[in-house]
């Protein structure tokens, strides 16, 4: 029994918060993807700016006294995002829409992303330097031990674990309402299937670029911010939060939010139960194994982790390259 | 831009000359030991961004992963050229990694004939299954095998050391190297569109990068590897200033080939249908052109160019240090270098790779002491007090200053100071 609360406080929990980061991040690139038609290598950064964002306003509200029921970060999360929203509008109008109205190929707005991500990254660890920073300004963060009958370990799980996922849970549901009863997100998804069409229907495709915008820079806020609530803030994040995401964008399929809810709990789950350490769980059966159990039976070394969310996106680069939900292979 | 399309010529060489001068002026104010290795460097970077426009000017590919191309090529060169480890040659270390590649061999081989197990009439859902098992069991295989060999040869002999070969030997495996790499990446991903490639480039460089700094047995991991053998005699042998020049004359004269070998190959009917399907894929597909096949052809001559580029600078340094490969020095730097000198032009190329290799290192001295002195003058005037690590944040600054060039130059200069000029035939 203990074995199994540990593969639950390991496995499964730790799956759960990774894969809810991932799949924010997602929703918003593949949005991007879909809408704007080029691969945001920024995004990693716009989470790190969100959460830089979200740290600044909970330590100035710690530093005025207030005390909230919740922890400080999770409440200013919420005008954080709509900052963030503002400044990923503001990154679309100084260095994307230009170039969108010159006519560039994609492949440019690519570079343009990743010139971007080199300029927040430099901006970020120049005011704020390279150290990881703690989230929880005012209190230490609650950890709840929940005692399993039958097992001597207790289930572990953090109060910022709770919060994500009541967020994501509340994320997605509010984003189906929008895509599929809204004006403007029935408008997003037409843009997103055929730009041309949509444009002489009447859209406004401004609009629905500010949307994508309002969306994937209010929900990387979001995931930065949780990721950084459940860990710590480390500003050195971009490439390594980048390439999971991408993997459960394009394992989703672009342009499909909920492939990318699903992509990003996919790869979620693989890269935790990978370098999760299986002999933990096999131990009750030692007797019964034809082999002997060694110490440490995990797939993936944990230092190579990265290794995870890249051989996904190339078995489905190479196998179903429009992902499970069948997006667009642009 | 009326007079650079009128007399092109002029502009190569008043542009030239201007570098020329500020060669000229770093070497009376800084001395020669100092410049000549800023020119080395700068000549290995040049091969690189040679590399890198023929992957982008000519073929409109996007690679961020330069730093896992050069990683991947230093890492071989130093694997040939190191003296060899008498202490693995006596352990059980050869035995291990010989059969480690036969069994990457046999493994290759099981994969690929379950993904060509179609062509013997297996169905598409049998195909799957037999993949995934082909998969998974050369995994464990592998990843099995190389524990205990790692475990092993760390144990014995701390690492494996290198096989002594010549150095013009350890550059040519460099380049093999990073083309095989390149051939799988291209393979899977020069049939999708461009942003694809760039995701799993930069994915690969990571992962190099990752194996490099964890692969112990094999690299000497975190620990570095010194001194790197040298093409000609090393500064250790004798005169520094004299090694130094000799090394930069290796460096030029590989430099020169390649930019006249690019150069005819730009002219020839290749370059010609290259340019075709960057401008048109469409036109140049119905064409007869098989744009995939032509595409990858010019991603793995690139990513050979990267390989030898970076196994000479890594010679250079004379240290082999995983860490030291950072995507901002060996990738977006040569980034810069390309799309300022002018994609698609070798002369701006070579002209882009020294001037922003000389501005890059004299930019570091000046961001210091620009930092410094707001320190002293905030904390004088203001009584504001500088955090502890002020001044390390002083190359973040260059971050920053990398990022705004690429998007300011995408912006009001996409053609670069050099730009491409078509040849009329």
């Known amino acids: 029994m203990n074995d199994l609360v540990f593969f639950l406080n390991k496995g499964i929990t730790s799956g759960l918060i990774i894969g809810s980061i991932y799949a924010l991040g997602a929703i918003g690139l593949t949005l991007i993807f879909g809408i704007l038609r080029f691969a945001h290598f920024a995004h990693g950064d716009l ?80 005011f704020a330097g390279v150290r990881s920073r703690d989230m929880f300004v005012e209190a230490p963060k609650e950890i709840y031990r929940i005692p399993i009958p039958g097992a001597t370990r207790k289930l572990v ?57 309002i969306i994937g820079g209010s929900l990387a806020c979001a995931a930065g911010t949780m990721l950084s609530m459940d860990v710590t803030l480390k500003p050195d994040l971009s490439f390594n939060i980048l390439l999971p995401i991408f993997a459960a964008t394009i394992v989703g399929g672009i342009g499909q939010p909920y492939g990318a809810i699903a992509g990003g709990f996919l790869v979620g789950f693989c890269e935790t139960l990978a370098v999760f350490n299986w002999s933990i769980v096999l131990r009750p059966f030692k007797d019964e194994l034809w082999f002997d159990l060694p110490s440490n039976m995990s797939l993936v070394p944990t230092e190579y982790k990265l290794m995870v969310p890249f051989l996904i996106l190339i078995i489905v680069l190479i196998y179903r390259p429009t992902g499970i939900f069948k997006g667009r292979v642009l | 831009m009326s007079s650079q399309t009128q007399n092109p010529i002029m502009r190569d060489i008043a542009l030239f000359a201007a570098l020329g001068v500020l060669v000229l002026v770093i070497f009376v104010s800084q001395g020669a030991v100092y410049s000549v290795r800023m020119l080395v460097e700068a000549g290995c970077y040049g091969i690189i961004a040679l590399g890198l426009t023929i992957q982008w000017g000519y073929a409109g590919l996007f690679n961020v992963g330069i730093m896992g191309f050069i990683a991947a090529g230093a890492a071989s060169s130093m694997l040939m050229t190191f003296p060899r480890n008498p202490d693995f040659w006596n352990s059980g270390g050869p035995e291990l990694a010989g059969l480690f590649i036969v069994k990457l061999i046999a493994c290759a081989l099981a994969l690929w004939l ?60 460099a380049g093999v190297i990073a083309g095989i790499i390149a051939w799988f990446v291209g393979k899977i991903c020069l049939g999708l569109r461009s942003d694809y490639l760039a995701i799993a480039t930069l994915g690969i460089a990571q992962i190099i990068k990752h194996f490099l700094k964890n692969a112990d047995w094999l690299t000497n991991g975190t620990l570095t590897v010194s001194p790197m053998p040298w093409p000609v005699p090393s500064p250790a042998d004798g005169e520094f200033l004299f090694a130094r020049a000799a090394y930069l004359s290796v460096v030029a004269v590989a430099l020169l080939i390649t930019y006249l070998l690019l150069q005819r190959a730009y002219h020839s009917p290749w370059g010609r249908m290259m340019r075709a399907i960057r401008d048109n894929e469409e036109a140049a597909g119905a064409m007869g052109k098989n744009v995939n096949r032509r595409r990858l052809e010019i991603f793995i001559l690139g990513c050979v160019l990267m390989g030898i580029g970076g196994a000479m600078l890594i010679h250079f340094t004379s240290i082999y240090d995983p860490s030291g490969f950072l995507d901002l020095n060996h990738t977006f730097l040569i980034w810069v270098m390309v799309i300022l000198g002018g994609s698609g032009n070798n002369r701006g190329a070579i002209f882009g790779a020294i001037f922003v290799y000389i501005v890059w290192v004299m930019s570091e001295p000046l961001a210091v002491m620009l930092f410094a002195t707001i320190a002293t003058y905030g904390d004088q005037w203001l009584g504001w007090e500088a955090p502890s690590d002020f001044l390390s944040r002083a190359l973040q600054m260059r971050v920053f200053v990398i990022g705004l060039t690429i998007t300011l130059v995408l912006r009001l200069a996409p053609q670069g100071l050099l730009p491409e000029r078509q040849a009329r035939h």
Do not use: C
Not at chain 1, 102 to 122: C, D, E, F, N
Not at chain 1, 167 to 188: D, E
């Open chain 1, 47 to 126: 989470m790190t700016l969100g959460a830089f964002v979200t740290l600044i306003l909970a330590a100035a509200l710690a530093a005025l006294g207030v005390t909230l029921p919740l922890p400080l970060a999770f409440v200013v999360m919420f005008p954080a995002m709509a900052i963030t929203a503002v400044l990923a509008i503001g990154l679309d109008k100084m260095f994307y829409k230009p170039l969108r109205q010159a006519g560039a190929r994609p492949v440019v707005l690519v570079m343009a992303s990743v010139g971007v991500t080199l300029m927040l990254q430099g901006v970020i660890r120049l």
């Open chain 1, 157 to 213: 799980v953090t109060e910022p674990q709770i919060l994500l996922m009541l967020f994501t849970i509340v994320a997605v549901i509010a984003l189906h309402f929008f895509l599929t009863r809204a004006r403007l997100g029935k408008a997003m998804r037409a843009v997103s299937d055929n730009p041309d069409l949509a444009r002489i229907t009447g859209i406004n495709t401004e609009h629905v670029v500010w949307a994508t915008w």
């Open chain 2, 114 to 173: 379950a993904n060509n197990s179609n062509r013997w009439g297996v169905g598409p859902r049998l195909r799957a299954l037999l993949i995934t098992i082909a998969i998974a069991v050369s995994y464990l295989v592998l990843s099995f095998h190389m524990t205990v060999m790692s475990e092993e040869i760390e144990k014995a002999s701390g690492w494996m050391g290198g096989l002594g070969l010549p150095v013009f030997f350890g550059w040519i495996i």
